[in-house]
């Protein structure tokens, strides 16, 4: 079953107007993570915000902020004054704390390309 | 330069032909993941260690895949007999400690083309 759901394949926005990308996650696990990553061309993928599940407050990393809403299982990523270099595929993942295997890792959804145009 | 680093960058195979790649994680994080990531998906998880133990490989895809981290250091892994549908761009990732956010740090990837 997809645990990490981002139904906008690409999204286009005008530089310097703010973007939302939706991601909602499916979990029974009382605690678990989620994040926000950027891919840009180049492959690597760079780490922009996170959310735990026990957090009272929306995370905010810069212009990127975190909009949570638990009983709806969803954590949109909000970009605020689009910048060209924004231009990349964006990608909701999840952690899940799994205390019984000892481990946790991330899952990751399908990802949304965001297209930053002049 | 102390991030994850991936080599080689880019593969180009024959099918049935074996390929090795080859991940240094940042030097103090003690667990490393390896991730696939075909085109149009995010990564998809397929191995991970704690140092040199492989706590998890039930997710490597056939048997044809293995992994390596002998000295808790780099690791490499490999896969025989490539097929065509091996085509993907594998993704190696670094952590410190999964009890805090549990962010992890990825390389840039090594990308394999089995013609």
């Known amino acids: 079953a997809q645990k990490i759901t981002q139904t906008q394949p690409g999204m286009f926005v005008q530089e310097k107007e703010a973007v939302t990308l939706d991601c909602t996650y499916d979990t029974s696990d009382p605690s678990y993570g989620l994040f926000w990553y950027k891919q840009p061309s180049s492959g690597e993928m760079i780490f922009l915000i996170y959310?735990?599940?026990?957090?009272?407050q929306n995370a905010t990393e810069g212009r990127y902020s975190l909009n949570f809403q638990k009983a709806r299982k969803s954590a949109n990523l909000v970009i605020s004054a689009s910048q060209l270099g924004d231009s990349a595929m964006y990608f909701c993942?999840?952690?899940?704390?799994?205390?019984?295997?000892?481990?946790?890792?991330?899952?990751f959804g399908k990802g949304t390309m965001l297209l930053v145009s002049p | 330069d102390t991030g994850v680093s991936q080599d080689p960058r880019h593969k180009i195979t024959k099918r049935g032909q074996n390929v090795t790649f080859r991940c240094d994680p940042i030097s103090e994080h003690n667990r490393l993941y390896w991730y696939r990531q075909t085109l149009g998906q995010g990564p998809e998880f397929l191995t991970y260690?704690?140092?040199?133990?492989?706590?998890?490989k039930s997710r490597l895809l056939s048997d044809r895949f293995s992994a390596e981290r002998p000295k808790g250091s780099f690791s490499t892994l490999e896969i025989q007999r490539t097929e065509q549908g091996d085509s993907a761009m594998y993704l190696c990732?670094?952590?410190?400690?999964?009890?805090?956010?549990?962010?992890?740090?990825f390389g840039e990837g090594s990308r394999l083309t089995v013609l």
């Open positions: 993942a999840m952690r899940e704390d799994t205390f019984l295997s000892g481990y946790s890792t991330l899952t």
């Open positions: 990732a670094s952590s410190l400690e999964w009890r805090e956010i549990g962010e992890l740090f």
């Open positions: 260690f704690q140092n040199e133990a492989q706590l998890e």
């Open positions: 959310q735990g599940s026990y957090d009272q």
